[in-house]
C-alpha cells in the first residue's frame, strides 16, 4: 500500500521560503519509472501543479513557478522535498505530494496520473 | 499550456438519477500512435485530498464503482455516474497529462437535488 505524508510550516511571513517535505512508504524512488510530484490547491480553488521529479533525478517545474521552486529526493529517507522562495499571501493554500510514475509516452512527454495523493498540508502566508 | 475547461461549474442531481460533467481540452490529448486518451478525473470530497477515478479517459481505478463510466477522445470528455448516491457528493477534477505542464479543469460541484 502506498502512501504519502506532506509536512512542513503551517506560517510563513511573506519573502520567506517555504520548505515542506513528503515522506512516503509503499514503494521507492530508486526504481525505475517512479515519481513524486507536487500539487497545490488555493482556498476553494483549483488544483495547480507544481513540480515532479522521477528516480533518475529528472526534475520537472511549472513554467510559471519554476524560478521558485526546486525539487529534491533522499532516496534512503524515502522523502521528497520542495522549496519555494519569496512567498506571498497568493502562495496561501493546502499542498499535496502525490506518487506517480512515467506512463505512455505521447509525442511530447511521458507524464501520468497521480495516484495516490497525501493529506496535504495547508500553508498560510500573512506577516 | 493545455487548457482544461470543465462544465457546468454546479450540478444538483436527484438521488439514483445521473449526472454528466464534460471536460473540453485545448488541444487534443490523444496520441494517434498509442490511441491512448491522456486524461484523468478525480474526486474530492471535503476535507479529502483528490482521489483518482478514472484514467486513460475510461479505465476506472480500482475499487471505484462501476456507476461512474469515463468517455470521449480528442477535445472533449465526459464523466459519467449512471445513479447518484449520497457518497458521490463531491468536486470533480479532469487532469490532461499529454503535455507538460500538467494541467487541471477548474472543478465541477456536484450536489444532491
Known amino acids: 500500500q502506498i502512501t504519502l505524508k506532506e509536512s512542513g510550516p503551517t506560517l510563513v511571513k511573506p519573502t520567506q521560503t517555504l520548505t515542506l517535505t513528503c515522506t512516503f512508504s509503499?514503494?521507492?524512488?530508486?526504481?525505475?519509472?517512479?515519481?513524486v510530484g507536487w500539487i497545490r490547491q488555493p482556498p476553494g480553488k483549483a488544483l495547480e501543479w507544481l513540480a515532479l521529479?522521477?528516480?533518475?533525478?529528472?526534475?520537472r517545474y511549472s513554467p510559471s513557478l519554476r524560478n521558485r521552486l526546486t525539487i529534491t529526493k533522499d532516496t534512503s529517507k524515502n522523502q521528497v522535498v520542495l522549496t519555494m522562495t519569496n512567498m506571498d499571501p497568493v502562495d496561501t493554500g493546502t499542498y499535496y505530494c502525490?506518487?506517480?510514475?512515467?506512463?505512455?509516452?505521447?509525442?511530447?512527454?511521458?507524464?501520468?496520473?497521480?495516484?495516490?495523493w497525501g493529506q496535504g498540508t495547508l500553508v498560510t502566508v500573512s506577516s | 499550456d493545455i487548457v482544461m475547461t470543465q462544465s457546468p461549474d454546479s450540478l444538483a442531481v436527484s438521488l439514483g438519477e445521473r449526472a454528466t460533467i464534460n471536460c473540453k481540452s485545448s488541444?487534443?490529448?490523444?496520441?494517434?500512435?498509442?490511441?491512448?486518451?491522456?486524461l484523468a478525473w478525480y474526486q474530492q470530497k471535503p476535507g479529502q485530498p483528490p482521489k483518482l477515478v478514472i484514467y486513460?479517459?475510461?479505465i476506472r481505478e480500482s475499487g471505484v464503482p462501476d456507476r461512474f463510466s469515463g468517455s470521449g477522445s480528442g477535445t472533449d470528455f465526459t464523466l459519467t455516474i449512471s445513479s447518484l448516491q449520497a457518497e458521490d457528493v463531491a468536486v470533480y477534477y479532469c487532469?490532461?497529462?499529454?503535455?507538460?505542464?500538467?494541467?487541471f479543469g477548474q472543478g465541477t460541484k456536484l450536489e444532491i437535488k
Open positions: 486513460w479517459a475510461s
Open positions: 521529479i522521477y528516480w533518475n533525478d529528472d526534475e
Open positions: 487532469q490532461q497529462y499529454y503535455s507538460s505542464p500538467p494541467t
Open positions: 488541444q487534443s490529448v490523444l496520441y494517434s500512435s498509442n490511441n491512448k486518451n491522456y
Open positions: 502525490a506518487h506517480s510514475s512515467i506512463g505512455y509516452c505521447s509525442s511530447t512527454s511521458c507524464l501520468n496520473y497521480f495516484d495516490p
Open positions: 509503499g514503494f521507492s524512488l530508486s526504481s525505475s519509472g517512479v515519481g
